[in-house]
T-cell receptor, first 115, second 111 residues
Framework: EPEVTQTPSHQVTQMGQEVILRCVPI?????FYWYRQILGQKVEFLVS????????KSEIFDDQFSVERPDGSNFTLKIRSTKLEDSAMYFC?????????????FGEGSWLTVV | GDSVTQMEGPVTLSEEAFLTINCTYT??????LFWYVQYPGEGLQLLLK?????DKGSNKGFEATYRKETTSFHLEKGSVQVSDSAVYFC??????????FGTGTRLQVFP
């Protein structure tokens, strides 16, 4: 079964450093998402991406965050200058369309620890 | 705005016990409703879904019925197994767009 793959599975970084989290969505999907889950808390929407541009972003997704689909297969999340509070599991997700009830498929997550 | 409320966990059960995890939602319009499961060390997997009122989603012995009158989508299983131990997330979306999740409910099943 096709799946969303994410790398790295775990990254430790120093505060202030830039981090890039990578994702390969399912190949025929058109809509891409990033979510995050701070330890013990709910899964929160960060950003959605369609047709090479951001379609929606949450309040969390400030100027420190950016997304890119550089080569038609990868989908990346960049955090420019990490803060301690960015420590979380980051999930990439994709879906084929926006029909009601469509399934959004998630990767296994990238665990980011900022020290 | 739209939101999902789940019962607090953890829920601790013995194997073969009956499971209910409550989920209620607040949303304008006609959302689709989902249950996702997160097994230890893994990502989120879709467990089941329902797209309109009175629909019942089911998978792996789990069921949930979309109740518009009570704005609920409670998850049930007649006989849980140790392998069902996981965190369960109720979620909604509209027009297939971003998911809005509840806080998650941890289920622990003991032999």
């Amino acid at each position: 079964e096709p799946e969303v793959t994410q790398t790295p599975s775990h990254q430790v970084t120093q505060m202030g450093q830039e981090v890039i989290l990578r994702c390969v969505p399912i190949s025929n999907h058109l809509y891409f998402y990033w979510y995050r889950q701070i330890l013990g808390q709910k899964v929160e929407f960060l950003v959605s991406f369609y047709n090479n541009e951001i379609s929606e972003k949450s309040e969390i997704f400030d100027d420190q965050f950016s997304v890119e689909r550089p080569d038609g297969s990868n989908f990346t999340l960049k955090i420019r200058s990490t803060k301690l509070e960015d420590s979380a599991m980051y999930f990439c997700a994709s879906s084929p369309d926006l029909l009601p009830g469509n399934t959004i498929y998630f990767g296994e997550g990238s665990w980011l620890t900022v020290v | 705005g739209d939101s999902v409320t789940q019962m607090e966990g953890p829920v601790t059960l013995s194997e073969e016990a009956f499971l209910t995890i409550n989920c209620t939602y607040t949303a304008t319009g006609y959302p689709s409703l989902f249950w996702y499961v997160q097994y230890p060390g893994e990502g989120l997997q879709l467990l089941l879904k329902a797209t309109k009122a009175d629909d019942k989603g089911s998978n792996k012995g789990f069921e949930a019925t979309y109740r518009k009158e009570t704005t609920s989508f409670h998850l049930e299983k007649g006989s849980v197994q140790v392998s069902d131990s996981a965190v369960y997330f109720c979620a909604l979306n509209k027009q297939g767009d971003k998911l809005i999740f509840g806080t998650g409910t941890r289920l622990q099943v003991f032999p």
